[in-house]
């Protein structure tokens, strides 16, 4: 068959079929357009620059002009998490009040990706400075996106907050979904291959390096067969822990104790008291 013939003869159905397709996919889900993820990229780089002005720019912000710098960077965000918000948002939720609020919680980010910057500075004796940070290292830029798209995940986004951590993910090789709960002073070294899943909740000064799951153990199934939604898959990692690289810790019951170590390749399902150092030559203590 010539291609002409192609063209005229088959091209209808399969268009046809395709279509149909879409449209069974597309009933009754919320999405946010074809040019959503360029949207959601240039969102993220808006940000960062609101940020930290200056830092990511490839000309040079004066020194009297930041206030400016600044507010145009937050305009422009608003506009464009706006527009992002009016294909992805239904009828019942005002996008105005999101903007507002998601807005009001940057210094408060801000001030969290202060201190991660300066746990990733305490606790890598290869860091020489700030800057080099924000610059160079995938731990910080993938927290940083994280910690962004965490807001929007409580403010109940859809979507959106998924794109960012993924752009993060593919950018960095660490994959932070938005849902999980983060606190202060948070450092992943290196972090290639790094998993933290939607239900972990990981507290104040905690460290880890490359390679690191915080995963599910395995899921609750409905009368379907379908893996059930909205309940507590994943570890909760209390403060002040170092995890070290390839460990796998599993499970929503499973709960690192404060101030304990995880050393290496170590395979954890069940919880640690605080305080403890588990190795792979030696059994981990069982909490009852």
């Given at each position: 068959?010539?291609?002409?013939?192609?063209?005229?003869?088959?091209?209808?159905?399969?268009?046809?079929?395709?279509?149909?397709?879409?449209?069974?996919?597309?009933?009754?889900?919320?999405?946010?357009?074809?040019?959503?993820?360029?949207?959601?990229?240039?969102?993220?780089?808006?940000?960062?620059?609101?940020?930290?002005?200056?830092?990511?720019?490839?000309?040079?912000?004066?020194?009297?002009?930041?206030?400016?710098?600044?507010?145009?960077?937050?305009?422009?965000?608003?506009?464009?998490?706006?527009?992002?918000?009016?294909?992805?948002?239904?009828?019942?939720?005002?996008?105005?009040?999101?903007?507002?609020?998601?807005?009001?919680?940057?210094?408060?980010?801000?001030?969290?990706?202060?201190?991660?910057?300066?746990?990733?500075?305490?606790?890598?004796?290869?860091?020489?400075?700030?800057?080099?940070?924000?610059?160079?290292?995938?731990?910080?830029?993938?927290?940083?996106?994280?910690?962004?798209?965490?807001?929007?995940?409580?403010?109940?986004?859809?979507?959106?907050?998924?794109?960012?951590?993924?752009?993060?993910?593919?950018?960095?090789?660490?994959?932070?979904?938005?849902?999980?709960?983060?606190?202060?002073?948070?450092?992943?070294?290196?972090?290639?291959?790094?998993?933290?899943?939607e239900t972990c909740v990981i507290g104040d000064n905690v460290k880890m390096y490359q390679g690191v799951t915080l995963g599910a153990r395995s899921f609750d199934l409905d009368e379907h067969g379908n893996p059930v939604k909205g309940i507590k898959r994943h570890?909760?990692?209390?403060?002040?822990?170092?995890?070290?690289?390839?460990?796998?810790?599993?499970?929503?019951?499973?709960?690192?104790?404060?101030?304990?170590?995880?050393?290496?390749?170590?395979?954890?399902?069940?919880?640690?008291?605080?305080?403890?150092?588990?190795?792979?030559?030696?059994?981990?203590?069982?909490?009852?």
């Amino acid at each position: 068959m010539k291609l002409s013939e192609l063209f005229d003869q088959k091209l209808p159905a399969v268009s046809a079929k395709l279509l149909a397709a879409h449209r069974a996919f597309a009933d009754g889900e919320s999405v946010i357009g074809s040019a959503g993820r360029a949207r959601v990229i240039e969102l993220i780089e808006g940000l960062r620059s609101a940020l930290f002005p200056g830092i990511y720019e490839t000309v040079p912000v004066g020194s009297g002009a930041i206030d400016v710098f600044i507010s145009a960077r937050l305009r422009d965000v608003g506009i464009t998490l706006r527009a992002l918000l009016d294909a992805a948002l239904g009828i019942d939720t005002d996008p105005d009040q999101i903007v507002t609020q998601f807005l009001e919680a940057l210094p408060e980010v801000r001030e969290l990706l202060a201190l991660d910057i300066q746990a990733a500075y305490d606790g890598d004796p290869a860091a020489r400075y700030h800057e080099e940070i924000l610059l160079s290292y995938p731990g910080f830029e993938a927290v940083m996106i994280y910690r962004l798209a965490h807001v929007l995940y409580t403010l109940h986004v859809p979507v959106v907050p998924r794109i960012m951590t993924e752009y993060a993910h593919q950018r960095t090789g660490i994959d932070i979904h938005p849902g999980a709960a983060i606190g202060r002073r948070f450092f992943i070294d290196h972090g290639t291959g790094v998993v933290i899943g939607e239900t972990c909740v990981i507290g104040d000064n905690v460290k880890m390096y490359q390679g690191v799951t915080l995963g599910a153990r395995s899921f609750d199934l409905d009368e379907h067969g379908n893996p059930v939604k909205g309940i507590k898959r994943h570890p909760d990692i209390e403060d002040d822990v170092i995890i070290y690289s390839g460990a796998t810790i599993l499970g929503g019951d499973t709960r690192i104790g404060r101030g304990s170590v995880i050393g290496g390749n170590v395979w954890l399902t069940h919880s640690v008291p605080p305080y403890s150092k588990v190795y792979n030559a030696q059994p981990a203590p069982i909490i009852k």
